[in-house]
């Protein structure tokens, strides 16, 4: 059972940077896509960065293209998020999912929906 749990949330001011943490368990990542999602109050759940099986690619949405970066320490069972430039836009909870795919070639979060879930961590971005 993959289990997935964040950290690293937290409030800053715009322009400011966060760094997300996803410690992360009974998952490979030689054949598991690792992402982070993000949802506002009374908006849709949006796929914000990805990292494909074995680290064969990225995605971020263009709303973050540029200013987050994913990454994953595959010694370690973590995946990070680095937030840099953060805009009050950027306010939401943020959440680590997980989903199997060998293939990589279903990892796009914007058009799959993952598997497993971390509990989330609220990043606040004030004016």
């Known amino acids: 059972q993959v289990q997935l749990v964040e950290s690293g949330g937290g409030s800053v001011q715009a322009g400011g940077s966060l760094r997300l943490s996803c410690a992360a368990s009974g998952y490979t990542y030689m054949s598991y896509c690792l992402g982070w999602f993000r949802q506002a109050p009374g908006k849709e759940r949006e796929g914000v960065a990805a990292?494909?099986?074995?680290?064969?690619?990225?995605y971020y949405a263009d709303s973050v293209k540029v200013r987050f970066t994913v990454s994953q320490d595959n010694a370690k069972n973590t995946l990070w998020l680095q937030m840099n430039n953060l805009k009050p836009e950027d306010t939401a909870m943020y959440y680590c999912a997980a989903r199997r795919d060998y293939s990589g070639s279903w990892c796009n979060p914007s058009i799959v929906d993952y598997t497993y879930w971390g509990q989330g961590t609220q990043v606040t971005v004030s004016v």
């Open positions: 990292i494909y099986p074995r680290g064969a690619g990225t």
